[in-house]
């Protein structure tokens, strides 16, 4: 069993998943954040790899993103960087992405670096499902990688269905077409997130883009499994000089 099925076992409601970016707010930070989430209360940590032309990212995860490839950040640096993160941190690590880099990387030799360090799934948002279907699910599947498909409230039916039995983990519900960061109105989305929880889909659901506080994450848990935050906690972080009371000041407003 992955570490994220067992956690959705144990844990049903409210279940926190933390973006951050590798790298940032220093090259040799990405550590000392995720222990400081996970001390914090975070129940995934969500690791973003930054990438120059991201296409869902919001201007602020895009700075931070600018930052740690000006500190010097690149997929190579950030596997030797986890090499020791199974020493302390134990909540499920999920790698945030787009193709373009991890295929210059090369594939097969990512998802096998990856799940060397303890790496417990991928979330590629450009990644097609036929691709998938056909080339890189089973590279995933041989090296135990849990992949996460994106829905939007734009999504049938139908293809809803179809990517809740592809993925694995959790499903990751966008709130609303459109980058992250941007502030929304949760009680807008209710319908939508009504829609998810009547499926009874086979995976768990999280909700990410617009969730920044104790108010929105309650009110995406209401319907689903927990919710994922990226921008807040980036600007958290952004200029802080110490990022363990930094985290513990922002997550304590919302655990």
Do not use: H, W
């Amino acid at each position: 069993m992955s570490r994220i099925t067992e956690l959705f076992k144990r844990k049903r409601e409210r279940v926190l998943n933390v973006y951050c970016t590798a790298g940032f707010p220093r090259l040799d930070s990405t550590l000392e954040v995720m222990q400081a989430l996970q001390d914090g209360g975070a129940d995934l940590i969500e690791l973003g790899m930054p990438y120059s032309d991201p296409l869902a990212d919001g201007p602020v995860i895009q700075a931070s993103s600018s930052v740690a490839l000006s500190n010097g950040m690149t997929i190579a640096r950030l596997f030797e960087q986890l090499a020791t993160m199974r020493q302390t941190v134990t909540v499920p690590v999920l790698l945030m992405g787009y193709m373009n880099p991890v295929l210059q990387y090369g594939f097969e030799k990512f998802c096998e670096a990856a799940a060397r360090c303890g790496v417990d799934g991928l979330i590629l948002p450009d990644l097609p499902i036929y691709e998938f279907e056909t080339e890189y699910g089973s590279v995933m599947r041989r090296y135990g990688l849990d992949f996460v498909f994106l829905v939007t409230p734009e999504t049938s039916p139908e293809r809803i269905r179809k990517v809740d039995s592809l993925s694995s983990g959790f499903l990751y519900a966008v709130s609303s077409s459109s980058t992250t960061g941007k502030d929304k109105d949760m009680g807008e989305q209710e319908a939508y997130f009504a829609r998810l929880k009547g499926m009874n889909l086979n995976n768990p659901v999280l909700v990410g883009f617009g969730i920044r506080d104790k108010a929105t994450f309650e009110a995406a848990s209401r319907y689903v499994n927990g919710a994922i935050i990226g921008t807040a906690y980036i600007r958290a972080l952004d200029g802080a000089t110490d990022i363990k009371a930094a985290t513990k000041k922002f997550l304590s407003g919302i655990v």
